[in-house]
């Protein structure tokens, strides 16, 4: 039972609700002994902490007998008031072994310090994730002798669990950000006339040489922009800071493995209080497949217009071979049909991919490709040889490919090797882990030589190789015919 004393009553009065629990509890039953006798050192601790708005506990002893302040008290949730008094141990025992050690070590003169130490507590009738930045010191009496711990308890689990949802936040808007193509965001600040790229953007594109935290001139940015394009995105920075409009400009950045890119960039110039331009944020978004896309597109809509004037003329030059081997009208007639309904299947090759039908593009091996672009333009069967492993063609390698060997084909029969009853043509081609490489090698028995005019057949078959393939390709033009050699990525051709 415990007795009012002076100490108590005020204990009672000026220390509110934790005060009083104080002052009432049955001390005599703890190793500390009634509230009366406590030493001097002890009870100034106690009113100190009473005061504080923050979490404190005052653990007495070598087992740690608990005296803590109303802070403290929302901390420990469910299990107050019942561990007051009780030795800290045992009050928290899945925390038993931290506490133990951590007791010890103060009570021998070391004070302990933690950030946002992870805990897995029982406060609430469940099992709690939760974190904690600790302060540990010792106290000591007037005799000089080390007769407990004041800790400084804060929950950090609101702030861990903000951060970490923060993180996963920006993982998300990354991902979405990646998935949208967005390379990042920029702020001109035009009168200082420096440009703060974001981290991503800085890293994606190295603009300029300075930390992008300090900001750069606006010009090492320009820098990156390819020549062609720097003076349409100067114009427009200049008309959307003059009409006041949103600005937005398609342009080429160049990389920092040295490659050039296709973006976007949107943005909207502020003004300062008198109208002036202050500030230009914006964000850029990467559209290089999307202007390949394009591009592939309006390259295969030029064939057709290309094939609608060479039409004519491979249809002529069928008719001539086909009147030349055959012996009636009919038999001219029946080989011709054949002949311009095998050119129709080769056009057909490129039609899906015209016109977005890529659900509906086809997918065939390469021999069987070659089979239907050469098979309209062959004069007998033993003209033309095809050797080399199987090798299956993705429809967009297909597509490609179509173009290429119809234009070596084109010119093979208006030119080369298939346009005389001699000329014999030869197509062969290795595979290896890495890359395929095709010879296409013409022989006549008149004499060839290269081509003063590079029209736009030539053209077609350079963008198509590099750009669509990613290969190489070269001419030989010496000896008694034409030699094409045709290097591309072996993945490539997957596509």
């Given at each position: ?88 141990v045992e009050a928290w025992p899945e925390a038993a072994e931290f506490n133990g050690s951590m007791l010890e070590t103060v009570l021998g003169g ?218 009636t009208p009919r038999d001219m007639a029946e080989a011709l049909r054949g002949r311009l309904s095998a050119l129709a299947a080769a056009h057909d ?7 977005g039908e890529t659900d509906k593009a086809e997918t065939t091996h390469l021999s069987d490709l070659l089979t239907r672009i050469l098979a309209p ?119």
């Open positions: 039972m415990t007795h009012s004393s002076p100490w108590t009553e005020r204990l009672s009065t000026r220390g509110g609700e934790i005060g009083r629990l104080i002052a009432t509890h049955d001390w005599s039953s703890t190793p500390l002994g009634p509230i009366e006798d406590w030493s001097t050192t002890v009870k100034t601790v106690v009113k100190l902490i009473l005061v504080s708005p923050i979490p404190q506990t005052l653990m007495l002893g070598p087992t740690g007998v608990m005296i803590y302040n109303e802070g403290y008290a929302q901390i420990a949730g469910s299990r107050h008031p019942q561990i007051i008094g009780q030795s800290v070391t004070t302990l310090t933690f950030t946002e130490r992870p805990f897995v507590l029982y406060r609430n009738g469940g099992p709690e994730d939760v974190w904690f930045d600790l302060a540990y010191s010792p106290v000591v009496d007037e005799e000089g002798e080390r007769i407990g711990v004041l800790g400084v308890v804060t929950e950090a689990t609101e702030r861990v669990r903000a951060r970490e949802e923060l993180a996963r936040s920006r993982e998300r808007l990354a991902f979405a950000l990646n998935s949208a193509g967005m390379i990042g965001t920029w702020d001109w600040h035009i009168g200082s006339n420096l440009f703060f790229p974001d981290a991503r953007l800085a890293q994606l594109f190295g603009t300029g040489s300075g930390p992008h935290t300090e900001g750069m001139p606006v010009e090492h940015y320009l820098e990156a922009i390819h020549p062609e394009d720097l003076p349409r995105v100067r114009d427009a920075f200049r008309e959307a800071m003059n009409t006041k409009e949103k600005y937005t400009s398609e342009y080429r950045l160049k990389s920092r493995d040295g490659g050039w890119r296709w973006v976007i960039a949107r943005g909207e110039c502020l003004y300062d209080h008198e109208g002036r331009p202050a500030r230009f944020p914006g964000a850029i978004v990467d559209i290089t497949e999307l202007k390949e896309s394009e591009e592939a597109r309006s390259i295969l809509l030029r064939e057709l217009n290309h094939r609608v004037k060479n039409i004519f003329a491979v249809v002529s030059g069928l008719i001539s071979m086909t009147a030349r081997a055959s012996a090759l490129i039609r899906s991919a015209v016109f333009h062959l004069g007998r069967p033993d003209q033309v040889t095809l050797s080399g492993p199987q090798i299956t063609l993705g429809s967009s390698a297909a597509t490609s490919l179509a173009l290429v060997f119809h234009e070596l084909a084109t010119n093979a029969a208006k030119y080369g090797a298939l346009a005389e009853e001699g000329g014999q043509l030869a197509v062969e081609w290795t595979a290896s882990a890495s890359d395929v490489t095709l010879s296409w090698s013409e022989t006549r028995t008149a004499t060839t030589s290269e081509p003063t005019h590079r029209g736009f057949g030539s053209q077609l078959i350079e963008m198509s190789v590099q750009r669509q393939l990613k290969g190489a390709m070269t001419y030989d033009w010496s000896g008694a015919g034409l030699r094409v050699s045709l290097t591309a990525p072996a993945q490539q051709l997957t596509r």
